[in-house]
């Protein structure tokens, strides 16, 4: 049998972490056993569901290179065939019209919960042998329920769970079709795996109450049952469910804020599972170890500083080229403009140990391209009275010599040297000068970056301020 997953996100807001790491696991189960990995779109939430965020979760997916094979499909374009299946159902009598009104079915809850019951619908329109409803009420439209199964359980072999039991008696019969003919979520579900012939079902352990409901329906239409996987949900790293307040949840917003797909999708795979104690791997790697076998079924819980450590990795691995055109669209955001991308790649190259993401990275190499604001406190600490005569006499070098990072060093050492100081003593004061802090690679490599006349230019604005 050919294994075929699915992702199927409801467009009511962007692609989360969550959701991408489910679809990352469908993807990575589909590719390990050369099957096919399918986009759903569930957007049958009409009043929730926008073009903006559909085109989010295609954005996300895209970001992150999780290839469909076949979709995206859209719900919406599928009524006529919910209603095929549920016509089916009504015809066999394995679903009925209900008309109990919303009044009619609060009173029912309410008076349940008061005798200590749990809330459910009480089948009082279900068609049964022997049984007697009373004649539909003018001008109420009913709703359309499936006959759930009144007795024995609901049993499967989950994937990450283990064996999962269900009590058909725990079941109410389940509203497919509203009150304005338009199919539920659990029924789309059902119909679409089935159509789609999906063989697995990887998604979030909040669906884990749905799956019952699904089964039985399957079971009714004769429809093969796909083998389930429910995983974990994501804690933030205080251990709360992650949400906003833990900053970026959207993929997208991982993007916007300077991390590599690589470095969230690195992450995202050791999230609930492990192969061993490997933590870097490519996903052309991933996808041969990814097995179901060793996802964890408890909570898999966030870590920023592991993101970040991963980034900074793959940012030290990345190719120049593609870091210096992540980092332009970065400065032009901010209203810097780089005129040069062979000197950026260098410049690159000089600062990209030191960043974590690639708005840092940018940020740090911004003072190449704009004049920076020079750090107050930073100059008062190193451009002191006693160090201003060395520096003027290092500017007179300067500018006579032949400026590259060789003869840049021999001025600065000779400098140092000649007025028994120690390096940072003229390092540091170079630095605030021409970069507006106290913190940057080898000032040598970067004056020579800078070039002679923006770098003359910065220390004379302050040697003769």
């Not at 009275?385 to 006579?400: K, M, Q, S």
């Amino acid at each position: 049998m050919t294994v075929r997953t699915r992702f199927a996100p409801s467009p009511t807001g962007f692609l989360h972490i969550g959701g991408a790491r489910t679809a990352l696991f469908s993807w990575a189960y589909a590719r390990k056993h050369a099957g096919q990995f399918v986009l759903r779109i569930e957007d049958t939430d009409v009043a929730r569901s926008t073009p903006e965020a559909v085109q989010a979760i295609l954005d996300g997916m895209s970001w992150l290179g999780l290839d469909w094979d076949e979709g995206p499909f859209y719900q919406m374009q599928r009524m006529d065939r919910y209603k095929e299946v549920i016509s089916k159902l009504l015809n066999e009598g394995k679903a009925y019209y209900c008309y109990s009104s919303k009044e009619e079915l609060d009173a029912l809850r309410e008076q349940q919960m008061i005798e200590g019951k749990k809330p459910r619908y009480d089948g009082r329109w279900r068609p049964e042998a022997g049984k007697e409803l009373p004649a539909p009420p003018a001008g109420v439209p009913p709703v359309i329920r499936f006959k759930n199964p009144l007795s024995g359980n609901v049993v499967w072999d989950d994937l990450v769970k283990g064996q999962i039991s269900i009590a058909n008696e725990e079941l109410d019969d389940l509203i497919i079709a509203r009150a304005d003919g338009t199919p539920t979520y659990n029924f789309c579900v059902v119909v679409d795996d089935w159509d789609m012939g999906i063989t697995q079902v990887i998604r979030g352990d909040d669906h884990v109450n749905n799956t019952p409901r699904q089964i039985n329906l399957l079971h009714a239409l004769g429809a093969t049952i796909p083998q389930y996987a429910h995983l974990s949900m994501i804690l933030g790293d205080d251990g709360q469910k992650l949400s906003k307040r833990h900053g970026a949840v959207s993929v997208m917003q991982y993007h916007e804020d300077g991390y590599l797909p690589e470095a969230v999708l690195n992450y995202l795979a050791r999230l609930g599972w492990s192969h061993g104690d490997d933590e870097i791997f490519s996903m052309a790697q991933f996808c041969e170890w990814f097995d179901l076998d060793h996802i964890t079924p408890s909570a898999a819980q966030f870590n920023t500083e592991k993101l970040n450590w991963l980034n900074a990795h793959y940012i030290k691995q990345a190719d120049l080229g593609r870091l210096a055109q992540e980092v332009t669209n970065r400065l032009a955001q901010a209203g810097v403009v780089v005129h040069d991308q062979v000197k950026l790649e260098g410049v690159i190259a000089l600062y990209r140990d030191r960043a974590n993401t690639l708005n840092q990275l940018a940020s740090s190499v911004a003072y190449f391209y704009q004049k920076p604001q020079v750090d107050a406190i930073a100059l008062e600490k190193h451009v002191t009275p006693e160090i201003l005569p060395v520096l003027n006499a290092l500017f007179d070098v300067l500018a006579h010599v032949e400026w590259t990072q060789e003869k840049l060093h021999e001025a600065i050492e000779h400098a140092v040297t000649s007025n028994g100081l120690k390096f940072p003593k003229v390092a540091m004061p170079l630095r605030v000068m021409l970069t507006g802090g106290a913190q940057s690679p080898s000032i040598d490599a970067v004056m020579a970056f800078l070039g002679k006349d923006e770098g003359l230019e910065r220390m004379q604005a302050i040697l003769n301020a």
